[in-house]
Structures are given as structure tokens and as C-alpha cells.
């Protein structure tokens, strides 16, 4: 069972997601999406927007 719950900010200014994941709580990072098979597919509309965004202006670098 996987549940979103929702966003936290690191002190570098990065973004973690906060997963309940069989009754643990999970701090992903975007990076990290792919280690969590589900994960990325709880996220909501919005969230994989922004990651959209996040990877199109990095493929620009």
C-alpha cells in the first residue's frame, strides 16, 4: 500500500515526498522516485507536473 501525503522542503532547498509505504512513513526524493516502484504514480497531477518541468529545463542544460 502506497499513500502520498505530501511535500517537505530540505535546508538545501530541495523538495522531498512524503510516502506512507506499507504503514512507514518514506522521504523520497525526486531522484530517488524510480528505488520506490508505485511511488510516482501515487503522486498527485500537480506533483508530476512540476517533475515534468524539473526534467524538460534540465534536459535544456
Known amino acids: 500500500m502506497i499513500k502520498y501525503i505530501g511535500t517537505r522542503k530540505t535546508d538545501q532547498g530541495g523538495t522531498l515526498y512524503v510516502f506512507l509505504i506499507n504503514g512507514q512513513e518514506k522521504q523520497v526524493s525526486e ?10 504514480e501515487a503522486l ?18
Open 44 to 61: 498527485p497531477e500537480s506533483a508530476r507536473a512540476r517533475i515534468a518541468a524539473n526534467r524538460k529545463w534540465l534536459q535544456k542544460l
Open 31 to 40: 531522484s530517488a522516485l524510480k528505488q520506490y516502484p508505485g511511488c510516482y
